[in-house]
């Protein structure tokens, strides 16, 4: 299906750059949150393509990427909400989960939880997210380094990891 895979690359490229702004974000509305979800669905649905293609390297698929698992509390109803997560996941129980892409793929392409976390200054960190029928069990939490390591990696058809730095002022800047 996908035979000129170098158009869905540079869109990948042009995603993860989009991404990687909302360190520095300060001002943020619905149309942000929107743009964002689209961003990282279209990321993630582009390179659940090129894995079934076979138009990526295995060094790609291979990766491992940390997400953390929350989960829900014993008789609680899974919320979309935000403001809510606190009181229908166990936030402060979560543990660490080692994901290929593919594993990620598909949960933010089936999700019915999608919410970027950001300080209240306005710094976007993260992204909470599940499956519809991961809600009913748990919620999920990766870092945005991650997030666009994944898509760089599958634009760049290379492994690639990068850390994120503080600058004196601050604001974050990802090397």
């Known amino acids: 299906m996908i035979e000129q895979h170098s158009y869905w690359r540079r869109d990948l490229a042009s995603f993860a750059r989009a991404l990687e702004k909302r360190y520095r974000q300060k001002r943020?509305?619905?149309?942000?949150q929107y743009k964002i979800e689209k961003e990282v669905f279209l990321s993630f649905y582009i390179i659940r393509k090129l894995i079934e293609n076979k138009r990526l390297k295995p060094s790609v698929v291979a990766s491992r990427h940390t997400v953390t698992w929350y989960p829900i509390i014993i008789g609680a109803t899974p919320s979309t909400d935000p403001k809510t997560f606190v009181f229908t996941y166990l936030l402060y129980h979560g543990w660490l989960e080692e994901w290929a892409p593919g594993e990620i793929c598909n949960q933010f392409i089936h999700s019915f939880i999608f919410s970027p976390f950001r300080i209240p200054?306005?710094?976007?960190?993260?992204?909470?997210?599940?499956?519809d029928r991961e809600s009913k069990t748990g919620l999920y939490y990766?870092?945005?380094?991650?997030?666009?390591?994944?898509?760089?990696?599958?634009?760049?058809?290379?492994?690639i990891r990068r850390t994120l730095v503080r600058n004196a002022d601050g604001t974050f800047k990802v090397n």
């Open 28 to 32: 943020w509305s619905k149309l942000t």
């Open 121 to 131: 200054r306005g710094d976007m960190l993260g992204i909470f997210f599940a499956s």
């Open 142 to 159: 990766i870092k945005l380094i991650p997030v666009i390591d994944i898509i760089l990696s599958a634009a760049r058809n290379r492994p």
